[in-house]
């Protein structure tokens, strides 16, 4: 107990890596609230000339309904015009639940923006369409599934992966601790009356167990400026975070046996992250990245939290779990092999 104490409160003295890992993806994310608001509203208002085919349709009927409601909202002016006035035109086939979208103005601003609004549509009913948007009337020009989720805002999926953005931040903390094992302090602890090994295990379940602090105190901070629920299901929503805190300390252990210094192990792992945030298609949610998005390591940990909020359950639960067991069983088996061989001088 001593020993972990006294592991405890080494770590806690690491107030760069606690207050990098709670305020700074806090100030980013309000950076990026503002900077993408002012972005897509530099008036007040978004404006956009729609037009919506099939007008008998029951389906049709609904989504004109929820853009005129829309329409009263102080972000977003809909006109819903003549076809040969708009600048977008929906067409719904009601039987094979297919929408397809229509850019006769070439504005891409406009078209991800109604796209958003119709996601918005899907997720209030809770239903589940094809979505296409179309260059022609006859050409295909991209196509995905509108998967109906319950209430959501657009902010959402920006606020989630600054979350996960910070947990990772956390990693700092598992490269710390192979560079402390390398120190002569280090070395000291490790003839202490308790193998290596354990004393390894110590150090990482008390890396972990910060950063798993750490994020649900941030998520706590979140939910307060942003109004974004994590805990709506808590035991769920503190799970995934552990899990991420787990992963993070292991990612940062790894990094730290393979670099002959700390800042590189830094600046590697802030490479990773970076560009993991970036990838998961999350910061921008305006932009559409495609299945580029599946090679980011977050966008798991991103999606089931964005569901928590959105569904108040875990979707796809069968993916995730494998998803976590082979980047944990990976990573654990690179650390391990590390040690055992002894290619570090620990």
């Known amino acids: 107990m001593t020993i972990w104490l006294n592991i405890l409160r080494r770590k806690l003295k690491d107030y760069k890596t606690l207050l990098l890992m709670s305020i700074f993806p806090i100030m980013l994310t309000i950076i990026f609230v503002k900077m993408f608001t002012v972005t897509n509203n530099v008036d007040g208002t978004i404006t956009l000339s729609v037009h919506v085919q099939q007008q008998e349709a029951a389906l049709t009927r609904a989504v004109s309904s929820f853009m ?49 609004i119709l996601e918005q549509f899907a997720s209030r009913y809770g239903l589940q369409v094809k979505m296409q948007v179309l260059q022609e009337e006859a050409i295909v020009i991209e196509e995905t599934i509108i998967q109906g989720k319950g209430t959501s805002d657009f902010f ?47 150090e990482y379940t008390t890396s972990s167990f910060i950063i798993w602090i750490m994020g649900i105190v941030t998520a706590v901070c979140y939910q307060i400026i942003f109004n974004v629920n994590f805990f709506k ?15 993070t300390t292991l990612l940062g252990m790894t990094i730290g046996l393979y670099v002959r210094e700390k800042d590189m192990g ?54 995730f779990i494998g998803y976590i067991v082979i980047i944990f069983v990976i990573l654990l088996g690179i650390v391990v092999l590390k040690l055992r061989r002894g290619e570090e001088s620990l």
């Open 233 to 247: 299901v808590p035991t769920i929503t503190i799970l995934i975070l552990l899990i991420a805190s787990l992963l």
């Open 68 to 116: 005129e409601q829309l329409s009263h909202e102080e972000s977003i002016q809909l006109e819903l015009v003549q076809e040969e006035e708009a600048a977008l035109v929906i067409q719904i086939d009601e039987a094979m639940q297919v929408i397809s979208v229509v850019n006769q103005s070439g504005d891409m601003i406009e078209e991800s923006t109604l796209i958003s």
């Open 156 to 202: 959402t999926p920006l606020v989630v992966t600054m979350l996960v953005f910070g947990i990772m931040l956390g990693g700092s903390f598992g490269i710390n601790q192979i560079f402390y094992m390398k120190q002569a302090v280090g070395w000291r602890a490790l003839t202490a009356p308790i193998s290596s090994y354990k004393l390894f295990i110590m």
């Open 266 to 319: 830094e600046n590697i792992l802030s490479i990773i992250i970076t560009f993991s945030a970036i990838l998961s298609g999350k910061l921008m949610p305006m932009f559409e990245l495609g299945k580029i998005t599946n090679l980011s390591p977050i966008k798991p940990l991103v999606e089931q939290l964005e569901d928590i909020i959105q569904t108040g359950q875990l979707m796809n639960r069968g993916s």
